[in-house]
């Protein structure tokens, strides 16, 4: 679990949340599904805000 797409989906999944859960208010389903397989990679203002979903560190996503 290395990239901000796996962890996205790892958290993600942890938490029990779809992806229309998790996107609500934030971006698309399709791009979300597009970060977590490697196939977009997110602004970091995007990756805020879904982790701020999560309640998330930031910072640990980062590394």
Do not use: W
Request: contains cysteine; glycine residues 6%.
């Amino acid at each position: 679990m290395g990239t901000v797409g796996d962890k996205l989906h790892y958290y993600r999944k942890k938490r029990g949340l779809s992806r229309k859960d998790l996107v609500d208010g934030v971006c698309d389903e399709s791009t979300l599904f597009r970060i977590e397989k490697e196939n977009h990679l997110p602004n970091i203002y995007l990756v805020e805000q879904l982790c701020r979903k999560y309640v998330y560190n930031l910072a640990f996503t980062m590394r």
